[in-house]
């Protein structure tokens, strides 16, 4: 594998991604040095790569760090570029893989510092201190606006990273179970269980909620 994509794709194969995704053809042209295709292509998926990171739990700064290093690798790797997927899936499987690394490095750094962020009422686990007061156990209140999102993206980020990235591609990408499982390195079965399961998890995480805000968000099966 390199950059996420198989090291070689048949010519019928390159043929149809060219003619089927515009993005492959931007991506074409950045293999022979076109420096405005690839601000073109910048320009289409950085805020949509900052989205997903930002809700994998990348703090704005980070998540800033992440894409930028992605579209650099997509740039050192634009001569050994064969379109084998749809562009949208090669630069999210290249996202994946950063944002792995990242979130490595960030949790070895994050472990001698736990105790130290233990502290007050809603530092340690801020969707279930909000799940009391919704659930009557502390003086109920309306659910605004703001804090509606704020909770829907606390039970997200409840969520294992695995069944939060499938989460974000369905949701936000309106990504295929085969894409995703590309990204993944899944069966498409096996992301349709993943994302089964988090819909559950989503829905137990929000289900206090429900009369004070908003229920969990609804994720139509991707085809």
Not at 8 to 18: D, G, P
Not at 121 to 136: D, K, V
Not at 170 to 178: L, P
Request: glycine share 4%; net charge neutral.
């Amino acid at each position: 594998m390199r950059a996420g994509l198989p090291l070689v794709a048949s010519e019928s194969t390159a043929l149809r991604y060219a003619q089927l995704d515009p993005d492959v053809r931007l991506m074409l042209r950045v293999r022979d040095d076109d420096a405005a295709a690839f601000e073109e292509l910048v320009c289409r998926y950085q805020g949509r790569l900052l989205t997903v990171l930002r809700h994998l739990g990348a703090g704005p700064e980070q998540a800033e760090d992440v894409a930028q290093e992605v579209f650099l690798r997509v740039f050192r790797a634009r001569k050994q570029y064969v379109p084998g997927a749809k562009f949208s899936t090669w630069l999210f499987t290249i996202a994946n893989n950063v944002a792995s690394n990242a979130r490595r490095s960030l949790a070895r750094r994050r472990e001698v510092q736990v105790h130290a962020s233990d502290s007050g009422a809603m530092a340690a686990r801020p969707l279930e201190q909000l799940a009391l007061e919704a659930s009557g156990q502390m003086p109920t209140r309306r659910v605004a606006s703001a804090e509606a999102a704020q909770l829907v993206r606390m039970a997200i980020e409840s969520l294992n990273d695995r069944q939060r990235l499938a989460v974000l591609l369905c949701k936000f990408e309106d990504m295929s179970y085969a894409d995703i499982a590309e990204i993944m390195e899944l069966s498409p079965q096996a992301v349709k269980s993943l994302l089964s399961r988090a819909r559950t998890q989503l829905r137990a995480a929000l289900e206090p909620y429900m009369e004070a805000g908003p229920p969990a968000p609804e994720m139509t099966d991707a085809s």
